[in-house]
């Protein structure tokens, strides 16, 4: 099998494995207990935040613990807005990219639909990215938060989250980015991104699934999702996964620490080499995203005259996991809101096929791939798009 579906979530390296091993077991401690379990539990959790906040440039008590991105991106868009709205009530809109994740869309809309604030949402040009003037034209007096994704999950765009974070920042506005899939992949330091608050999640780069984290910058006003006995300095209430937050800060610090242009550079220039497969080999087959900036480990087409569900279904018979965008929309038969951003016609969204590699991807096993994709796409088209 070869497995091109690391977007949607990675398995646990043993590194990863080893280092959170001992708090499930021998050192099982609740960091908040006095005696010494619990203060073997309080250090190591110390520890963790201590190596979070080096591989986010950051300082520790900037960093909260969450069960992944998805509650990360919950309490810095609700939790901001909420905030700052009780601080000043005129402020009651919040600004959201057209093509962010559902864990940020739809934080949006339940402050529109629970809290009546308004939504604006920020379009994006033909490979998914918001421009300084489209972030510009939606910024105003009213405006609570900002939310634009670093890298998106479907088609690989990355943003350019320093020059848009910088223009929000200049109207005092907070800025907040979904880096669930750039973690790993693209820097992460928030003083050099600018940003007032980041989510990333550890199962997206070898860590457990339901462990991640929220980078919220100093004095930042948040108001809690999760209430309770006042965990991560009253920000989010429950007894902390020791760890599940070990394992977030190993798999950010040996992502960290990997030489960044070594895997980068090397799966980058193999994502192209698979592109340039498929084109060729395909078709009428096209790339849906920015051609250069993108995630290295990211390649998302569309395939004409077939259906992507169809495609997804023909490769994995020939060995090839991938995906049709988002695991959160598979088996969805609606077409993508992100290609609908793009400009994509629906009934050619429907084709779209995401390809998404970790960094032990060869060669070989992409080469293999780019030649099922052709026969899966001829197969699929000779049976009609609706087969
Ligand atoms: N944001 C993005 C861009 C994602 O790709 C995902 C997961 O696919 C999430 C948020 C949600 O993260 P989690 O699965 O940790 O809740």
New binding site residues.
């Given amino acids: 099998m070869i497995f091109l579906d690391a977007?949607?979530t990675t398995p646990v390296r043993r590194e990863v494995l080893e280092a959170m091993w001992p708090y499930l077991t021998g050192e099982f401690g609740n960091p908040s207990s006095h005696h010494s379990l619990g203060d073997a539990a309080a250090t190591a959790l110390a520890g963790a935040r201590a190596a979070t906040a080096k591989a986010l440039g950051c300082r520790p008590g900037e960093v909260i613990f969450t069960?992944?991105?998805?509650?990360a991106?919950n309490l810095a868009v609700k939790g901001i807005a909420l905030a700052r709205r009780s601080a000043d009530p005129g402020l009651d809109r919040v600004a959201i990219s057209a093509v962010e994740?559902p864990?940020?869309e739809e934080s949006a809309r339940y402050l529109e639909r629970v809290h009546g604030f308004g939504v604006d949402v920020i379009p994006v040009d033909r490979y998914g990215q918001v421009t300084e003037e489209a972030l510009l034209a939606v910024l105003g007096p009213r405006t609570a938060l900002v939310s634009v994704?670093y890298?998106?999950?479907e088609v690989g765009t990355v943003q350019p989250v320093a020059r848009l974070a910088a223009l929000a920042r200049e109207r005092g506005i907070p800025f907040h980015t979904?880096a669930?899939?750039a973690a790993g992949w693209l820097p992460l330091d928030t003083g050099a991104l600018g940003v007032d608050a980041l989510?990333m999640?550890?199962?997206?780069l070898g860590a457990p699934?339901?462990s991640?984290a929220l980078f919220l910058r100093g004095r930042t006003r948040v108001e809690p999702l999760v209430h309770g006995g006042g965990q991560e300095r009253g920000r989010r209430s429950g007894t902390e996964n020791v760890a599940g937050a070990v394992a977030t800060a190993t798999a950010l610090t040996l992502a960290a620490t990997a030489d960044p242009a070594g895997p980068s550079g090397r799966v980058a220039a193999l994502r192209d080499g698979f592109i340039e497969a498929v084109l060729a080999g395909v078709p009428g087959a096209f790339l849906t995203g920015h051609p250069t900036e993108r995630l290295p480990s990211v390649a998302s087409f569309c395939f004409p005259g077939t259906s992507g569900e169809s495609v997804l279904l023909e490769l994995e018979r020939q060995g090839v996991i991938c995906s049709s965008g988002?695991?959160?929309a598979a088996g969805s038969d609606a077409p993508s809101p992100v290609l609908l951003a793009m400009g994509i016609e629906p009934a050619v969204a429907q084709t779209a096929v995401r390809f998404s590699f970790d960094s032990a991807i060869t060669a070989g096993e992409l080469q293999e791939a780019a030649a099922a994709v052709r026969t899966a796409v001829v197969s699929v088209r000779a049976l009609g798009p609706t087969s």
């Fill in positions: 977007a949607a069960s992944g991105g998805t509650e991106d994740h864990a940020v994704m890298a998106n999950n979904d669930v899939q989510s999640s550890g199962h997206k699934k339901g991640g988002s695991a959160c």
